[in-house]
């Protein structure tokens, strides 16, 4: 019966905090292909589809996919492991669970806004999980051999979960390509060269394909942030990255939940402007007189 099963009360349990889940095929870490056979795409919350699904197999595992808002890192590697919580000891408090193979699966709240793609391999060792569309094993599931996944922080629901630390999230979202705006070099952090920036990052922005529309607004929006204590203003650069994202396509609660999240982390962070190199100097008279007036306007 699937209320004697450890497994259904495991995944009741999940799905009472918030989290949807689906079965395993018995020792195994995939979707259990007759009861969920499209997958993930499957995963409930609903009591009456887990107890039809653990009635039918009391033994099937439990895979947990966490909602869009909660990443879940997958350390494969314990070493990678090791490593990460040293350089941020605030994961320590995070809720965690160790897999048969001596990694870990840790669970963290993202920002609003902020979305990861779970392809980005930025920490050696580690994969990105959870945001609604990857699934880790959960506990209690046993596999073939007997080794378990085991809980060493108690999973809480989403919204009590930690922050992703910020030095870690940044590491998870790559800086972006130096631009190449085409304006009249300037000296030093002048208005005309913080606007020519701000404009050719939305022009990357703008010209975003689908599928990367959201990162690449996060990473010119840090970038911009890193213009701000230069001199930029943070409205008019809220305003013009969101234009800049309705043109490619974003929502613009999203886009405006992007962009502010970027600016503020990019203002802590300024940017290096390298001098402007130096136009050569107009032999002419009339060459140089000219050379002013472009400078005045």
């Given at each position: 019966?699937?209320?004697?099963?450890?497994y259904?009360?495991?995944?009741?349990?999940?799905?009472?905090?918030?989290?949807?889940v689906?079965?395993?095929?018995?020792?195994?870490?995939?979707?259990?292909?007759?009861?969920?056979?499209?997958?993930?795409?499957?995963?409930?919350?609903?009591?009456?589809?887990l107890?039809?699904?653990?009635?039918?197999?009391?033994?099937a595992?439990?895979g947990?996919?966490?909602?869009?808002?909660?990443?879940?890192?997958?350390?494969?590697?314990?070493?990678?492991?090791?490593?990460?919580?040293?350089?941020?000891?605030?994961?320590e408090?995070?809720?965690?669970?160790?897999?048969?193979?001596?990694?870990?699966?840790?669970?963290?709240?993202?920002?609003?806004?902020?979305?990861?793609?779970?392809?980005?391999?930025?920490?050696p060792?580690?994969?990105?999980?959870?945001?609604?569309?990857?699934?880790?094993?959960?506990?209690p599931?046993?596999?073939?051999?007997?080794?378990?996944?085991?809980?060493?922080?108690?999973?809480?629901?989403?919204?009590?979960?930690?922050?992703?630390?910020?030095?870690?999230?940044?590491?998870?979202l790559?800086?972006?390509?130096p631009p190449?705006?085409?304006?009249?070099?300037?000296?030093?952090?002048?208005?005309?060269r913080?606007?020519?920036?701000?404009?050719?990052?939305?022009?990357?922005?703008?010209?975003?394909?689908?599928?990367?529309?959201?990162?690449?607004?996060?990473?010119?929006?840090?970038?911009?942030?890193g213009?701000?204590?230069?001199?930029?203003?943070?409205?008019?650069?809220?305003?013009?990255?969101?234009?800049?994202?309705?043109?490619?396509?974003?929502?613009?609660?999203?886009?405006?939940?992007?962009?502010?999240?970027g600016?503020?982390?990019?203002?802590?962070?300024?940017?290096?402007?390298?001098p402007?190199?130096?136009?050569?100097?107009?032999?002419?008279?009339?060459?140089?007189?000219?050379?002013?007036?472009r400078?005045?306007?």
């Amino acid at each position: 019966m699937a209320h004697f099963s450890p497994y259904y009360r495991a995944a009741l349990g999940y799905a009472a905090q918030g989290y949807a889940v689906l079965p395993l095929l018995p020792g195994e870490k995939r979707p259990h292909p007759r009861l969920v056979p499209h997958g993930l795409k499957e995963a409930s919350q609903d009591p009456a589809t887990l107890e039809a699904w653990w009635r039918s197999c009391p033994e099937a595992g439990v895979g947990i996919l966490a909602p869009e808002g909660v990443l879940v890192l997958d350390f494969d590697d314990p070493t990678a492991w090791e490593g990460v919580r040293q350089e941020h000891p605030a994961l320590e408090a995070a809720p965690r669970q160790r897999t048969p193979k001596g990694g870990r699966h840790v669970f963290l709240r993202l920002p609003e806004g902020v979305r990861l793609s779970a392809s980005v391999r930025a920490i050696p060792g580690v994969d990105l999980r959870g945001m609604g569309r990857a699934y880790v094993v959960a506990a209690p599931t046993r596999l073939k051999d007997g080794r378990t996944y085991t809980w060493e922080v108690p999973l809480t629901p989403p919204e009590a979960l930690p922050p992703v630390p910020q030095a870690l999230l940044l590491k998870l979202l790559p800086p972006p390509p130096p631009p190449r705006p085409s304006w009249t070099p300037v000296e030093g952090a002048s208005p005309a060269r913080l606007r020519a920036l701000l404009e050719a990052y939305c022009h990357r922005v703008a010209a975003t394909p689908p599928g990367q529309r959201h990162n690449t607004l996060i990473r010119y929006a840090v970038a911009a942030g890193g213009l701000i204590p230069h001199g930029l203003d943070p409205r008019e650069a809220e305003e013009a990255l969101v234009g800049a994202a309705l043109e490619a396509g974003l929502p613009e609660r999203e886009a405006r939940a992007a962009a502010r999240w970027g600016l503020e982390v990019g203002a802590s962070r300024p940017l290096v402007l390298e001098p402007s190199p130096k136009l050569p100097e107009p032999r002419t008279y009339r060459g140089r007189v000219y050379a002013r007036v472009r400078r005045w306007a």
